[in-house]
Nanobody
Framework: VQLQASGGGLVQPGGSLTLSCTAS????????VAWFRQAPGKEREGVSC????????YYRNTVKGRFTISRDKAKNTVNLQMNRLKSEDTAVYYC???????????????????WGKGTLVTVSS
């Protein structure tokens, strides 16, 4: 069971990036998948998640309308499209899954079953 987050990089304010969370050894279809981020000196926070059974989605308020989470079942990935990026979005982004959520999704950092290594997103001019 392995998760890998990718797609980070340096982008100017107002720009866009797409992060991908790829699974190997198991399928992400039917499990809650969440994106988290951790900025220097701050706690890890849940950014978005997609539901286990109905692909319902959740976004933290500060990214609503700018970020979009989606599944690509053919590629066994969950993507996070990030638009209109701000300096405060700078952080290491992680993906995780929770195979025990029956309905909806979870951004509880203490309740995830496995984590991918993070990918750094830097928003700066």
């Amino acid at each position: 069971v392995q998760l890998q987050a990718s797609g980070g990089g340096l982008v100017q304010p107002g720009g866009s990036l797409t992060l991908s969370c790829t699974a190997s050894g198991f399928t992400l279809d039917g499990v809650s998948v969440a994106w988290f981020r951790q900025a220097p000196g701050k706690e890890r926070e849940g950014v978005s998640c997609i539901g286990s059974s109905d692909d319902s989605v959740y976004y933290r308020n500060t990214v609503k309308g700018r970020f979009t989470i989606s599944r690509d079942k053919a590629k066994n990935t969950v993507n996070l499209q990030m638009n209109r990026l701000k300096s405060e979005d700078t952080a290491v982004y992680y993906c995780a899954f929770n195979g025990r959520v029956v309905s909806g999704c979870s951004t509880d950092p203490h309740g995830q079953d496995a984590w991918g290594k993070g990918t750094l997103v830097t928003v700066s001019s």
